[in-house]
């Protein structure tokens, strides 16, 4: 029984890390954001994810048990107690990177949420209900840009395109189930991934032709976040973010 | 980069159903889609409203400040325009 909880655990965490990391870095935009109504925009978006985040924190702290809270499962986990995929810890770069990141991260993210709307677990349901009305402006909003930007002009359709071969290796990993979310799928709590690759392929599909971009013919995927094993640049957004309670353990508004 | 600026568009919000859409401020916007979105991000974000209409402030025609003798004067001693003059029963409460 422990043990389904722990994987119980992981797989929340996982859920989490990926709206927490993504929204961290979408935040190193505010205030630099291109014009401002893009800056608030994007800086709303950002705020949707981190308070699904919040909310999938509280969860797993309570599932935990013990002096655990939301704050010690953002800010006092190491790189490697990581669970999110290595796409949402890619640097921001430029614009048509932080667009192409976001659209691959919101398909997943509302199909993600179409499916555990139906989750045997009460409180990921819960949360599910309410951030796919978030996830559905966050798809529109990312869709409209890569169509905007990559049938644009010849110099921003060339952008988006460099973003889209440098990232799209980065897109397999949402597919690949690590142990917690197989376990999950069988029990009827965890998505299952399969099903949600195929809406993940046919929607992108659908918007990239409309942008007038192409998938990149290589099929080389990464992996490994899913695990803790990140890249470089999961050691320094979390040094920015947790930098407050490591050095003021406990410290509050 | 180019340097070209956005059109403005004038963004009107309607706080609940049964109110009219009020004039609330201006946005940049490089279309009509963009234009809605940008107004909700930007002047729904703590719940103002529940409509958005925007338009492009070029289609927006103003009355000339000069003219305001000729349009808004001859208002100005007409007191009968104004229902003042009827004794209204008591019960009757939001006239």
């Not at chain 1, 995929?85 to 179409?114: G, K, S």
């Not at chain 1, 930007?149 to 359709?157: A, I, M, P, Q």
């Not at chain 1, 929607?203 to 290589?218: D, F, G, N, Q, R």
């Not at chain 2, 305001?68 to 939001?94: C, G, M, S, W």
Request: aromatic share 10%; proline share 3%.
């Amino acid at each position: 029984m422990a043990e389904t909880k722990d994987i119980l655990i992981d797989y929340v965490l996982h859920l989490a890390d990926n709206s927490m990391i993504l929204g961290q870095r979408n935040a190193e935009w505010c205030g630099h954001g291109p014009v401002l109504e893009q800056d608030i925009a994007l800086t709303n978006i950002t705020l949707d994810l981190i308070g699904e985040a919040r909310s999938l924190y509280q969860y797993a702290a309570e599932l935990k048990g013990g002096d655990s809270t939301e704050d010690s499962m953002a800010f006092l986990r190491d790189v490697t107690q990581y669970r999110n995929t290595l796409l949402l810890e890619q640097n921001n770069t430029d614009w048509a990177y932080t667009i192409t990141r976001q659209f691959f991260y919101d398909v997943f993210h509302y199909y993600l949420q179409e499916a555990l709307i139906n989750s045997s677990d009460e409180r990921l349901k819960e949360i599910a209900k309410k951030t796919i009305k978030e996830s559905t402006y966050h798809v529109k909003w990312s869709s409209e840009w890569m169509i905007r930007l990559g049938d644009g002009t010849e110099v921003s359709h060339l952008k988006m395109q460099n973003a889209l071969n440098a990232l799209w290796e980065y897109t397999g990993e949402f597919f690949i189930p690590s142990t917690s979310e197989m376990e999950m799928q069988e029990k009827g709590i965890g998505a299952d991934l399969n099903a949600l690759s195929i809406k993940w392929r046919s929607k992108v599909e659908e918007i990239l032709k409309e942008a007038t971009l192409s998938i990149p013919e290589s099929s080389f995927q990464q992996k490994g976040g899913k695990t803790g094993m990140h890249s470089e640049h999961m050691g320094y957004i979390l040094a920015d973010m947790q930098y407050m309670q490591r050095a003021y353990p406990r410290a509050e508004w | 980069m180019s340097t070209k600026e956005w059109p403005l568009w004038e963004v009107f919000i309607r706080a609940k159903q049964g109110l009219n859409h009020k004039h609330v401020g201006s946005l940049h916007a490089a279309d009509l889609q963009m234009a809605i979105e940008n107004a909700r991000d930007v002047y729904t974000r703590r719940m103002e409203g529940v409509s958005i209409w925007v338009v492009e402030s070029k289609h927006i025609h103003a009355s000339e400040p000069s003219e305001q003798e000729a349009l808004f004067e001859p208002a100005n001693d007409k007191i009968y325009r104004h229902p003042t003059f009827y004794n209204l029963p008591v019960e009757l409460n939001h006239m």
